[in-house]
């Protein structure tokens, strides 16, 4: 028997004899035969761990060697340092193995972590409630174009072009299948003129929903708009790598209503892309409309305090096709090593990441503008990254692989444009690294 | 009281260590401009390393999971996670690479995406392949935007109607509501599966669809499935089906041999990936041929070099989430497909099916079998049989005070008092009997000692909690200092 199936022949036999029935085979006698597979599926056979490790090994040997090569790609996931205790206390069994926290008795680990994030997402976004989260940042915010449409009774949705494309095309998606519009406004140096942004906001404008910083790492400067937006009954969502929100305005001082960005920053390693995890506040007014899993603090029979999932009249298992979200599973896990990572660090440490990562792109455009051959894009308040322009970007990538070196993302192969992306990983020597490396081959 | 973070945390307490950084004097020249200074600071806990690690752990104590004992939640498939799963996707050179890297330096990555859509597409019979959403409910999105965008391409915009019976899961409807259409409802027959001629009654030219899990939630397969999917085919509608039950499945009957034309799988059901308290799970879609340009994606193909490169579907409804979906779930699932093989899991499927049969044939003694036929790989009973003044809420949280965690529970609607039992293949002959007896006993109490469920749990970390002033008054953040919201 398989390692993983604990049945003996003898306790196989034991219970056919107790169901009343011969075989195995005969507990589908129900399946139409038209039904029936007629031969096994093509799969190959099983193997054993050694085999599979060392299969899977030399797979991922067929990737380039993290640990050889200088990475400046951020663009949505960025690789930051990870505490060793998050992976550690992550793999605690009895966290991972665990469903939806349905019974609230026994799941009150996962009920109280979940808990502790909503508030860190709270303090950190300054708004005051937050879900148990999203698949994703992208997903997140086209779920806030939902709740926006929702409560405003409106249908279209306004992004600045500068938005990521990984999250203009989830939004194209999700709206359009539900016959919402979304209208972009154009941008100037990089970021959005609030003056353009007015002659955009007519009474169907549900939101505006604006990420900052934004793809090109610049900052929006908000001043201003939440009071257009809410003078026309319209809402502000505002996406963030929340990793920047220690150093810069957060969403609830610029006057959002709605909150959302991606989590993967806190504690999660880049996986490819996921999983990751998709946070989302709001207002109190907009509390009922959330949708999502939340986690409310009560009492138990003796007066002692516990958790449990709440405000379930919106969801789908209670309200079917009126509730506020088909989501059901969401990014428990990655929720739990943020909220370690958060604890872990504290605002001493995330603010201490986002200044080394602020001041390293700081130093690397500083750097990278006296080049030959390089133009930096705009002008303006970036995070940690930033777009620079140059002849032949094909060429500076290929160059630069070189030397072990993917300088960026090339966001704009027409106009050669490279989003250049530094974190506190990235100690002086890298920066200089790619500095020196930039001039040999633009030379 | 278990405090929480912020109740241990103290100023000037730290948990990490920075080196000297050596940009310091050069940052001395930056300034944040005040308009986009952060005026507030946020609050968040300062405890030192040890501290933290300790409550978590503490936390984790006060959960029950897979490792710690049988968990047999219906529809939720919770089987063992196999520990060679952990190992393989927390290697650094898949953990550690970037989506946005060139197609050239993540081969490895691509060639394992390409090949899982092999062996899903093999599983299901669908000859299309989608990993990108991340969830059961995100691929019955999905699906259901394929449908729309093909119903679109087809000139039926008037069809509007998806037909899913009483008994669904309650993200059908929503994710229907989400996708723009419209649900209806169709009642279940006295066997526990479709109304048939509730159905024809249902089915018009404005019909652009009919969802259903199968076996369904009663843990029953559709005796009529290919006639159900002919109909809906038949005045030109598509069949979905929803595969969070596919564990009852594998190896045996396929949704493409049902009749089916689009499909979710739940990785974290079916493939063994763990459901981490709550997610992240996966929810890879798989389709017919005609469909198979309506994807999501990227999708991972392979050149005749053995070379994989990401392309969109030619008609794609587009991207339904980040880059290519939840890899991380991925590697764990194209794991389990190698250590368990073809033959493995069919196996799986045959002793979930077992099992399921066996616990019910053994109880159904003292509680209510309301569907007397062969069940699948799960099977709904209806409360006790002599329930007395004791409910099933009473006979779930008796169960924790066995140190069991209870089945689900009033669902499916249509059963009342129902208790949803899915054992799974994981668990032994030994380990079902416990289950039935510490069962049978608590039939027992219901009669003789009804206030020992009233009561329960009494041995768990917390006692009964009140739900309903907090969905009154929520309090859904830590109170600072008893601080309003």
């Known amino acids: 028997m398989h390692p993983y199936l604990p049945h003996t022949q003898a306790d196989i036999d034991h219970m056919l004899q107790k169901i009343g029935v011969e075989s195995i085979e005969d507990l589908f006698t129900d399946i139409d035969a038209k039904a029936l597979l007629k031969s096994p599926m093509r799969l190959p056979k099983a193997e054993s761990e050694g085999r599979v490790i060392r299969k899977l090994t030399k797979l991922g040997e067929s990737n380039i060697d993290t640990a050889n090569w200088l990475s400046f790609v951020g663009g949505g996931i960025y690789e930051h340092l990870i505490p060793t205790i998050v992976p550690h206390l992550i793999s605690r069994s009895e966290f991972y193995t665990a469903y939806t926290p349905y019974q609230p008795e026994i799941s009150q680990g996962t009920l109280q972590a979940i808990f502790e994030y909503q508030t860190m997402i709270c303090e950190l976004t300054g708004l005051q409630v937050a879900n148990a989260s999203h698949y994703d940042g992208s997903t997140a915010l086209a779920e806030a174009a939902f709740m926006a449409c929702g409560a405003t009774r409106r249908d279209t949705i306004l992004i600045p072009d500068t938005l990521s494309p990984e999250s203009k095309n989830v939004l194209r998606t999700y709206l359009k299948y539900k016959d919402l519009n979304l209208v972009e406004v154009p941008s100037k140096d990089g970021v959005v003129d609030s003056d353009i942004l007015k002659d955009y906001i007519h009474d169907d404008v549900a939101a505006y929903l604006v990420a900052t910083p934004n793809y090109y790492g610049n900052l929006e400067d908000l001043t201003g708009v939440s009071e257009q937006l809410h003078a026309n009954k319209s809402l502000l969502v505002i996406m963030s790598n929340p990793m920047s929100l220690s150093l810069f305005k957060s969403p609830g001082e610029w006057g959002a209503d709605i909150a959302v960005g991606d989590g993967q920053v806190f504690g999660n390693p880049m996986n490819f892309g996921g999983p990751t995890l998709g946070y989302m506040a709001c207002t109190e007014k907009l509390m009922r409309k959330m949708p999502g899993r939340i986690v409310g603090e009560t009492l138990d029979l003796d007066g002692k305090r516990g958790y449990v999932l709440t405000l379930q009249a919106r969801e789908q298992h209670i309200r079917r096709e009126k509730a506020t979200s088909n989501i059901t599973s969401n990014e428990a896990l990655n929720v739990l090593a943020a909220t370690i990572y958060l604890s872990t660090m504290g605002l001493a440490g995330i603010y201490e990441v986002a200044r080394r990562s602020h001041i390293n792109a700081c130093y690397l455009r500083d750097h990278l503008k006296g080049i030959k051959g390089i133009k930096i894009m705009h002008n303006q308040q970036i995070f940690n990254e930033f777009v620079i322009q140059v002849k032949d970007s094909e060429e500076v990538m290929k160059s630069l692989e070189l030397f072990q070196i993917i300088p960026g993302i090339i966001i704009d192969h027409e106009q050669n444009l490279l989003l250049i992306t530094t974190t506190e990983v990235h100690e002086k020597e890298d920066l200089d690294t790619l500095v020196v490396a930039m001039k040999e081959v633009l030379a | ?485």
């Open chain 2, 1 to 485: 009281m278990q405090k929480n973070i912020y109740e241990i945390s103290k100023e000037g307490r730290r948990g990490y260590y920075f080196d000297t950084y050596d940009l310091e004097d050069y940052s001395k020249s930056f300034d944040i401009p005040d308009k986009f200074r952060r005026e507030e600071a946020p609050r968040l806990p300062e405890v030192s390393e040890n501290y933290v690690v300790r409550h978590f752990t503490k936390l984790s104590n006060r959960n029950y999971g897979v490792d710690t004992g049988m968990y047999p939640l219906g529809s939720c498939t919770m089987k063992y996670n196999p520990k060679i799963n952990e190992v393989v996707a927390a290697m650094p050179n898949f953990s550690h690479t970037h989506p946005s890297w060139r197609e050239k330096h993540v081969q490895g990555n691509m060639k394992i995406i390409n090949e899982l859509q092999g062996m899903l597409s093999e599983l299901t019979g669908m000859p299309g392949i989608s990993l990108q959403p991340a969830a059961g409910s995100h691929g019955e999105l999905t699906g259901l935007m394929i449908m729309k965008q093909y119903l679109i391409d087809q000139g039926d915009v008037h069809k509007k109607n998806i037909i899913i019976p009483d008994s669904a899961h309650g993200t059908n409807p929503a994710s229907v509501a989400m996708a723009g259409f419209i649900a209806k409802e169709v009642k279940s027959n006295a066997e526990g599966t479709i109304d048939m001629d509730a159905l024809s009654q249902l089915i018009d030219e404005n019909t652009a669809g009919l969802m259903l899990t199968n076996p369904n939630t009663l843990g029953l397969f559709e005796k009529d499935i290919l006639e159900i999917t002919k109909r809906i085919h038949d005045v030109g509608g598509l069949v979905y089906c929803d595969g969070a039950n596919m564990n009852a499945n594998m190896g045996i009957t396929r949704p493409l041999e049902m009749g089916f034309d689009i499909v979710h799988l739940n990785l974290h059901k079916t493939l063994s990936t763990p459901h981490g308290g709550g997610g992240p799970g996966s929810g890879p879609v798989g389709v017919v041929s005609s469909l198979k340009d309506y994807l999501p994606g990227p999708i991972v193909k392979a050149s005749d070099e053995d070379f994989y490169t990401f392309e969109m579907p030619a008609k794609s409804i587009g991207h339904v989430k980040n880059y290519f979906g939840n890899f991380g779930v991925y590697l764990r699932a194209y794991v389990y497909f190698l250590t368990m093989g073809g033959e493995g899991l069919k196996l799986a499927s045959q002793l979930a099916v077992l099992n399921a049969n066996y616990m019910k044939a053994c109880l159904k003694e003292a509680y209510k079998v309301p569907y007397k036929a062969l069940c699948k790989h799960e099977f709904v009973l209806a409360g006790l049989k002599e329930p007395g003044d004791v409910s099933t809420l009473d006979v779930a949280k008796r169960l924790i005070d066995y140190k069991v965690h209870p089945p689900t529970i009033y669902f499916p609607l249509i059963v009342e008092q129902c208790l949803m039992i899915e054992p799974t293949e994981s668990e032994s002959l030994e380990t079902l009997d416990d289950y039935i007896n510490i069962l049978l006993k608590i039939a027992k109490e219901a009669k003789e000692q009804p206030e020992l469920l009233h009561n329960a749990p009494t041995t768990a970390s917390v006692r009964r909690l009140d739900e309903v002033s907090v969905a009154r008054n929520p309090v859904l953040s830590y109170r600072f200092n008893g601080e309003e919201q």
